[in-house]
């Protein structure tokens, strides 16, 4: 089982941060994705994720606490990264009022790769989020 951590600093506030990441349903701040199918909703929702070239991928909400500013998810089908059995919880941390960390943390099988190349990708996964998220936060 591979465990992946990324972190990153954001100079917006946590309560701003969290309220775009809250959005389960809502990825207008990513970049790459053409359309995303909802099903369900609340915890046990699925988001299908349609981007060129690829089989779509199901995100699947499994806990989430608008207190602690904390989700998780799994990704049970179609996921663009050499691993299985793929789970996820992200978490904004207040670091002063202004100031907030993000936390991602993956977890996973390897498949075809070695554990260092599975969690070097999942890295890579995060990295590229928090660059998109960097950029949506800076442009409100």
Same mark, same amino acid.
């Given at each position: ?35 995303i199918e909802l099903i369900g ?33 799994? @990704?049970p089908r179609g996921i663009p990264?050499? $691993? *299985?059995?793929?789970? &996820?919880? %992200?978490?904004? #941390?207040?670091?002063? =009022?202004?100031r907030c960390e993000v936390r991602? @943390? ?6 075809? $790769? *070695?554990?260092?190349? &599975?969690? %070097?990708?999942? #890295?890579?996964?995060? =990295? ?13």
């Amino acid at each position: 089982m591979v465990e992946a951590k990324q972190q990153r600093q954001f100079d917006h506030p946590a309560s701003a941060v969290w309220a775009v990441l809250e959005e389960f349903g809502n990825l207008d701040w990513t970049e790459g994705v053409e359309r995303i199918e909802l099903i369900g909703e609340g915890v046990g929702m699925i988001r299908r994720l349609f981007m060129p070239g690829m089989d779509p991928i199901d995100e699947q909400l499994t806990a989430v606490d608008s207190e602690a500013m904390w989700f998780s998810y799994d @990704i049970p089908r179609g996921i663009p990264l050499p $691993v *299985s059995n793929y789970s &996820a919880e %992200a978490k904004v #941390v207040a670091l002063d =009022d202004n100031r907030c960390e993000v936390r991602w @943390i993956g977890r996973a099988n390897a498949e075809g $790769v *070695s554990e260092e190349e &599975a969690a %070097a990708a999942i #890295v890579s996964t995060y =990295d590229m989020l928090f660059d998109w998220l960097q950029a949506h936060m800076d442009a409100r």
